[in-house]
């Protein structure tokens, strides 16, 4: 053998050998690591339902076990909590909605929340009944079955079924953390305060207590009738709400808020509902009732009462929907939250017009005073979107002021509506020598013409106007007043020249 192969030899040799090394610290050192590493994470959750080397087919992680059924004993209660459809129901001690908020917390502590420390391996029934666990606080009983991948698989399979019991004891004044032990395990472990707080709940805290529980979108109707009030509220076109006898079209942000604030009336008690309850509550005599009617679904009728409980007077409300009934204490803002007139829920927008169909602008400040005329440069809407003045100069426009002022003008609303088709205009002191705006498109067509009239009898702060609708309008005169009917509002005058000159057109 020449030096050259022995050379060889050796160095295949030492290759070898570090390969080996390489491959035992890989799968003897680092997988090794990475299991332990997995195993860790597994045991730390409260729920882990796969083992730590459980991958889906294509090798990423498997999908979420998806919850069934849950059992909570806390504060004096067992509710049994159970999925239906895409809902979750109480089904003991009672049959009603869950509310939803409080049982996705809960389904999210038992995913995700992790065990902090270890404080006893071996506890002793002394440090047990110490940690507030003998008895336990609260107990949680969760049931989930593991999805085989295919579209609602895996729920008819016992070998994919998965439960787990978790006992809570008392807060650790410390650092706010839980004391909790983990079905048959021995050890007592320490998790955040923010677990306790999901899991520790009575049956009250887990029930639905929205009046309304549905969302604006699947509403179809309105019906609501008080002894002061009363108005069916309708969609209409392009699924807009309109008021019904006479039809208006009401005020989108109006029936938003109020619907908002009957939502954030929230129950504060439940009643067993019975006949004399309804006649102590009120709600068969009521104050104010309402029916919706959704896209889909049975309509939901609430009846307001009040009644007399000792020194207070206190709201209730029978929220009925099919079969289900539901009587409970509101707080007393709830009776008025709808109990709106119709002209509050009109919609009193002055002008109706699309800001990108602008391309021309004709003030009239009113009297003898001249037009101010101004131009899109390019009226096609193009890329181009310069304002120039026309009349009774030509300069070019400050830009921003003609943005502000077609922004502002889209905004205005309207304080109070009055006479609708008025035979004589000019007793509000509107007429062709008014302060005028006029918006017009590419072609000439006018799209909306606001005109200000004399000042409300009595209302300083406020004018009659005529907007896009034949009715007698008031507005806030501050509104007005910030209209630039001025021509150097509008001219943008070009900086001064280096001869300290200005070179452009005098605004004067």
Known sequence: MTQLQKNLAGIGALLAVVAALGLYAYFGVMKTEEREAQRKEVSEKLFAPRGADEKSPDGGLPPAAVFTSIVVRAKGDTTALEKRGDDWWIASPLNARADKPAVDQLISQLQYAKVKATVEEN???????????????????????LPDGKEGGGQGDPSRRREVKLYGGIENTFDGSTYLRRGNEKPVYAVDGSAKLALEKSTFDLRDK???????????????????????????????????????????????????????????????????????????????????????????????????????????????????????????????????????????????????????????????GAQIVLQKAAADA?????????????????KWAISSMLYSLGGLKATSIGDENPKDWGKYGISASSRTVTLADKDGKVLAKLQVGKEVNGKGNAVYVRGSRN???????????????????????PPQGADGGNSGVSSN
């Open 471 to 493: 009715a007698v309008l008031e507005m806030d005169s501050a509104k007005i007043s910030e209209l630039p009917f001025k021509l150097p509002d509008l001219i943008d005058s």
């Open 123 to 145: 506890p002793t029934d002394a440090d047990l009944t110490r940690y507030g666990l003998a008895p336990p606080r609260f107990e949680v009983t969760a049931y989930a079955y």
């Open 210 to 368: 929205e009046l309304l529980a549905t969302d604006e979108p699947s509403l179809k109707q309105i019906d609501f009738k008080s002894k002061a009030n009363k108005y069916v509220l309708a969609r209409g076109e392009a699924n807009a709400w309109q008021l019904k006898s006479p039809k208006q079209p009401a005020d989108a942000t109006a029936v938003t808020s109020m619907l908002s604030a009957l939502r954030g009336d929230r129950a504060i008690a439940f009643a067993v509902d019975t006949a004399e309850e309804r006649k102590r509550t009120g709600v068969d005599s009521p104050a104010a009732e309402v029916t919706f009617t959704l896209a889909a679904g049975d309509p939901i009728r609430i009846r307001f009462g009040k009644a007399k409980v000792g020194n207070d007077e206190k709201a209730f409300a029978l929220r009925e929907s099919g079969q289900e009934a539901v009587l409970a204490e509101v707080p007393l803002a709830a009776v008025s939250a709808l109990d709106k007139s119709p002209l509050d829920l009109r919609d009193k927008t002055v002008l109706a017009f699309n800001r990108e169909e602008v391309a021309r602008i004709s003030l009239s400040p009113g009297g003898a």
């Open 382 to 398: 193009g890329s181009n979107q310069d304002w120039a003045v026309t009349a009774p100069t030509a300069a070019p426009a400050k």
